[in-house]
């Protein structure tokens, strides 16, 4: 099992900038892929974001060029960065990892932007 745990969450304003983190631990050498995936209220959940073993990356429309997926895989944590935040960017903020035949996920993080 993958243990993921999200953090760096909070209120920003608009136009500003939040950074998550998620550390996975546990059976982390076969995971295969890393994402972040956001659930507004009264939304479905959505992927933001995805990373690779091999690095590539994929974004979902509404957030490339403002948010940044990395990996650092000596502390098996990967990193989101969100820049030009905007009200719409607003909803809990999960963590998954993907290994063959199971999905692990984060209890995920509150991202609130707002004036």
């Known amino acids: 099992q993958v243990q993921l745990v999200e953090s760096g969450g909070g209120l920003v304003q608009p136009g500003g900038s939040l950074r998550l983190s998620c550390a996975a631990s546990?059976?982390?050498?076969?995971?295969?892929?890393m994402g972040w995936y956001r659930q507004a209220p009264g939304k479905q959940r959505e992927l933001v974001a995805a990373i690779a073993n091999g690095g590539t990356t994929t974004y979902t429309d509404p957030v490339r060029g403002r948010f940044t997926i990395s990996r650092d895989n000596a502390k098996n944590t990967i990193y989101l960065q969100m820049n030009s935040l905007k009200p719409e960017d607003t909803a809990v903020y999960y963590c998954n990892a993907v290994r063959v035949g199971r999905v692990d996920w984060g209890q995920g993080t509150q991202v609130t932007v707002s004036s």
């Open positions: 546990g059976s982390t050498f076969n995971i295969n892929l």
